[in-house]
């Protein structure tokens, strides 16, 4: 799946029961987390990408719009 241009999978596991998340940051880094809901999971990975894309800096030195 995809979110504001950032890669992020969902997936079900079996042991411990639940869904894993994983956000593609950059094709470098790679961050995941475990939820016991998919929609959680989804919720959670998104929220990870927005605090992501906020934090990271712009490439013309910019302020960020509010």
Do not use: C, H
């Not at 241009?5 to 639940?18: L, S």
């Not at 475990?34 to 605090?51: L, N, S, Y």
């Amino acid at each position: 799946m995809e979110y504001k241009g950032v890669q992020y999978q969902v997936v079900q596991t079996a042991n411990p029961t639940g869904f894993r998340w994983t956000v593609q940051l950059d094709g470098k880094k790679t961050r995941t987390g475990v939820a016991r809901a998919k929609g959680t999971a989804i919720f959670q990975a998104v929220r990870f990408i927005d605090r992501a894309l906020r934090e990271r800096p712009r490439p013309n030195g910019s302020p960020r719009s509010q």
